[in-house]
């Protein structure tokens, strides 16, 4: 991130780098659990999540959230980002190997912002997560 | 079926500290690589006052209440039967650790589809810091299956 990022000089279209991260482990969602404080048993505690009838336990859908952020602050400084959200679409599960990606699909002269659309899949192509960020650029 | 009536109920005000070592553990859980949000002196070289709170922490930190889930005891919501559909966010300012940031919760919206099997509840949240700035806004939109 040493040369900023300008609003010039980019594209409707261009992609920006992409994260591919490791299989979701137990382990993972153990950490993510305790570290966000999101102790909800359905990510964690397998009987619970049988009881659930979902099978076994399934990610946090902000954890992937977490992962498409990761994409935007590789690319811009955080304080850039003016909105992101996103649409949790399908569950994710212990095995699963999420890649992110996203590319700038408008640019708002007016503002100096771009439109960035973000999508998580997994390593069989399914969609996960998908949404979107207004972010700010340097002329 | 959740009473359309409680659309406005909002839960008690909730107080979060963000503490450095919770963002590095944060950091680590997401497989952040940034130095930025691990290491304090980068942090403080990039001109911020600490470790900086990444864009989908705020929703952590308002997990921190005393009970999470008891909003869910009030609407008369079932656990087990919720996912998160959506989440969005909205940022005016950032945090860093060593700020204290206020949530204020309210449940703005409840709708159904497919016939009643899936009930929505739509909560926005409202941040400000010590300094009475507003830091965020983010609405969390839940799922509650009957299938």
Known sequence: ?139 | MIDRKLIGYASKPFVADVERGRLRFFARAIGETNPLYLDEETARCAGHPDLPVPQTFFFCLEMDRPDPYGWFDDLGIDLPKVLHGEQQFTYHRLAHAGDRLRFDATITDLYNKKGGLLEFVVQDNVITNQRAERVAEFRRTLVIRHE
């Open chain 1, 1 to 139: 991130m040493n040369e900023p990022v300008r609003f010039s000089q980019v594209n409707i279209g261009d992609a920006l780098p992409p994260l591919t991260m490791p299989p979701i482990s137990r382990l993972t969602l153990a950490l993510y659990c305790g570290a966000s404080g999101d102790h909800n048993p359905l990510h964690v505690d397998q009987d619970f999540a049988r009881e659930a009838g979902l099978g076994d336990v399934i990610a946090h859908g902000m954890l992937i959230m977490a992962y498409l952020g990761r994409t935007l602050t590789n690319w811009v400084p955080q304080p850039a980002i003016q909105t992101f959200g996103t649409r949790f679409l399908a569950m994710t599960r212990v095995g699963d190997a999420v890649t992110c990606t996203a590319r700038i699909t408008d640019k708002l002269a007016a503002a100096h912002a771009v439109r960035v659309t973000v999508e998580a899949r997994d390593q069989r192509g399914e969609l996960k997560a998908a949404g979107d960020a207004l972010i700010a650029l340097p002329a």
